[in-house]
């Protein structure tokens, strides 16, 4: 394991201050982790999603569509699984990414014991974000994204504060506050470039190897991989605004 990323934090610091450029700095640096530690970061991103294309290859894909391919209903089991799984993967993810930041010895398996061990916490933050998310979708977007960034801070401090869900949101909302813009657009521009790997990956991949499973499995581990680079925006942040 690397300290890169804590003497890179270190030594910027907050010299960018204020000025729009603070945006891309941030999501500069946060590149930087994800490149420099994507075999640490794969090894945690990995098990999951394979656990869950195997589940869906058991029970039924999530959308379920007909002969035409035409969306009919979706499969409750599969759907309620995936979200029992997020909140594991995601609490291990971010254990996964503070012991790079340390650079502690510790292998992967100690991430996922430390997301098993809190898991109840987590699961009762994921839902608690899930319903305040789900509010904003109904009213536009936009706020949708917002509430997302204000509470994103909240699963690291149930992981690696011990805080209680509601401690962790409410806390989570306010130390946000101060770089609420900077973490919304940074996120933001993180997802983009996600859904952008994940759409020439899938088209890549299938044109070149055709539609079947093993594709599509190739096809997941890579976007799991490119989607913790959220994650590691947010965690860029929390390390700068939501220090006790």
């Known amino acids: 394991w690397s300290r890169g990323l804590g003497d890179v934090y270190k030594r910027q610091g907050e010299s960018t201050g204020g000025k729009p450029l603070l945006i891309l700095q941030r999501l500069k640096e946060s590149l930087y ?24 290859w058991l029970v039924g894909p999530v959308i379920v569509n007909d002969a035409g391919g035409q969306v009919v209903g979706f499969n409750a089991a599969s759907m309620l699984f995936l979200m029992m799984l997020r909140p594991l993967a995601e609490g291990a993810l971010i254990f996964q990414l503070s012991i790079i930041q340390r650079g502690d010895g510790q292998g992967p398996w100690h991430s996922i014991l430390a997301a098993f061990l809190r898991f109840p916490y987590l699961l009762g933050t994921y839902f608690l974000m899930a ?15 917002w509430i997302y960034a204000r ?33 919304l657009a940074a996120i933001l521009l993180a997802g983009t470039l996600v859904f952008a790997v994940a ?19 190739v096809a997941s581990l890579v976007v799991s991989l490119a989607a913790t680079l959220v994650n590691v925006v947010a965690f860029r942040f929390w390390t700068l605004h939501d220090q006790d």
């Open 33 to 56: 982790f994800w490149r420099r530690h994507l075999a640490a970061l794969f090894v945690i991103s990995a098990p999951f999603a394979l656990i869950g294309e195997a589940f869906q």
């Open 199 to 217: 759409g020439f990956t899938n088209s890549l991949l299938v044109g070149v190897l055709g539609d079947h499973p093993g594709v599509l499995l």
């Open 151 to 183: 509470l994103c801070f909240a699963p690291f401090r149930v992981m690696l504060r011990g805080d209680t869900p509601l401690n962790a949101l409410r806390t989570a909302f306010t130390r946000s506050g101060p770089c609420q813009w900077h973490l």
């Open 131 to 145: 319903l305040a998310v789900s509010v904003g979708w109904m009213l536009l977007f936009f706020p949708a994204f």
